[in-house]
Nanobody, 127 residues
Framework: QLQLVESGGGLVQPGGSLRLSCTAS????????IGWFRQAPGKERKGVSC????????NYADSVKGRFTISRDNAKNTVYLQMNSLKPEDTAVYFC????????????????????WGQGTQVTVSS
């Protein structure tokens, strides 16, 4: 009932940009806060950014502030993550998920619910 699909990843050079998309299937996206998370090889999944259901509240991990921008188009059942000035340390699989609330927790976006994870999309930043 809470299925999300990520897309838009790829290989980019340092300093480049990508826009990720998170599309809902089987539910109305506008009712929910949505977050983006990433997981690098051998590391834990961490919250990158989130946006409230109406888009009035946004939060970002300290490491991406000023470089990433989250937005949403509820008419299209989609949340976006615009990533600029990409760095090699941004390399990871990026996931989106439904959140109980969009919040900031100790340098990162707070954790997500367990029932909406997609397959993720790979972002690789390399020269």
């Amino acid at each position: 009932q809470l299925q999300l699909v990520e897309s838009g990843g790829g290989l980019v050079q340092p300093g480049g940009s990508l826009r990720l998309s998170c599309t809902a299937s089987g539910f109305t996206l506008s009712y929910y806060d949505i977050g983006w998370f990433r997981q690098a090889p051998g590391k834990e999944r961490k919250g990158v950014s989130c946006i409230s259901s109406r888009g009035t509240v946004t939060n970002y991990a300290d490491s991406v502030k000023g470089r990433f921008t989250i937005s949403r188009d509820n008419a299209k059942n989609t949340v976006y993550l615009q990533m600029n000035s990409l760095k090699p340390e941004d390399t990871a699989v990026y996931f989106c998920a439904v959140m109980s609330f969009c919040g900031y927790c100790s340098g990162y976006v707070c954790s997500a619910r367990d029932d909406s994870w997609g397959q993720g999309t790979q972002v690789t930043v390399s020269s």
